[in-house]
């Protein structure tokens, strides 16, 4: 992409946002010509803009494959973003209230692929079995978007608010889960509970979105990668991190992932 085909300079807006932690207004407000194509290409350029300059893509995510989700922030279709190796948190690494802008913490299920996954056709069946393993996660979002107000356009552009991830210490082959649509959540902050979800939240098996997304690549000459993690999405609302919030979530099979705010 160039900065001639009028998209270049949405790819230096959302860089300064991330790199000056400064939310700016959703792009669609002075442009609302752009499509929500346009807002994946932009994210395709500031990932490879990150890659450019030394990061790797370890994995993907899907946003808004929860209705908790997607109540709370107005859109109704789920996105897609790129997970970046620099932006892992360690399980006992702090999340550094400095580096973000607006951050929120919300539990998620996450596979590990053995082999690679491109669509058509992909199932929730062919996503279990090329699965090596199961965990549970943590995806502390950051819109670049003032107040995380923005359209399925702006929210494709940032990267679908894509901030840090961390892993729960616990992997599980799925062949062990009957059912990860079964699997309960619970999300606490500060010790008291906030939600409660099942697996099922996110469309209806956690299988069926990652099947999407797969699906969706392989539309697009694209492919989940043997060796990715792939978040399948908030099964319930994020919780805002403020100095000294300490989220947990505990899984049915999948253990405990939280994390500290300082
Ligand atoms: C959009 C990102 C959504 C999820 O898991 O639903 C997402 C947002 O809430 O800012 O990552
Ligand atoms: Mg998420």
Request: with cysteine.
């Amino acid at each position: 992409m160039s900065a001639a085909d009028g998209l270049g300079a949405h790819v230096e807006t959302l860089l300064a946002a991330e790199g000056e932690r400064r939310a700016v207004a959703p792009l669609t407000d002075a442009y609302d010509c752009l499509t929500v194509e346009d807002g994946y290409e932009i994210q395709a350029a500031i990932i490879d803009r990150r890659v450019a300059g030394g990061d790797v893509v370890v994995g993907a995510k899907l946003g808004l494959t929860s209705k908790a989700k997607q109540q709370a922030m107005g859109v109704d279709v789920p996105c897609f973003g790129v997970l970046l190796g620099s932006r892992r948190l360690t399980a006992d690494e702090p999340v550094r209230l400095n580096e973000f802008i607006q951050p929120r913490a919300e539990p998620e299920i996450v596979f590990h692929l053995r082999d690679a996954l491109a669509g058509p056709g992909v199932t929730p069946q062919d996503v279990l079995a090329a699965t090596g393993a199961v965990s549970c996660g943590l995806e502390i979002i950051d819109s670049r978007y003032d107040g995380y107000r923005f359209t399925l356009t702006d929210l494709a552009a940032d990267n679908t608010s894509a901030g840090r991830f961390l892993l729960g210490a616990q992997s599980v082959d799925p062949g062990e889960i009957p059912d990860l649509s079964l699997i309960g959540c619970l999300l606490e902050v500060d010790g008291g509970v906030v939600a409660t979800a099942a697996g099922a939240a996110v469309l209806g098996h956690p299988a069926e979105a990652v099947a999407r997304l797969a699906n969706w690549l392989g539309g697009r000459g694209g492919a989940l990668q043997a060796g990715w993690s792939v978040f399948s999405g908030g099964l319930t609302i994020a919780v805002p991190l403020f100095a000294g919030t300490y989220v947990a979530a505990t899984f049915g099979r999948l253990g405990h992932v939280s994390a500290r705010a300082v």
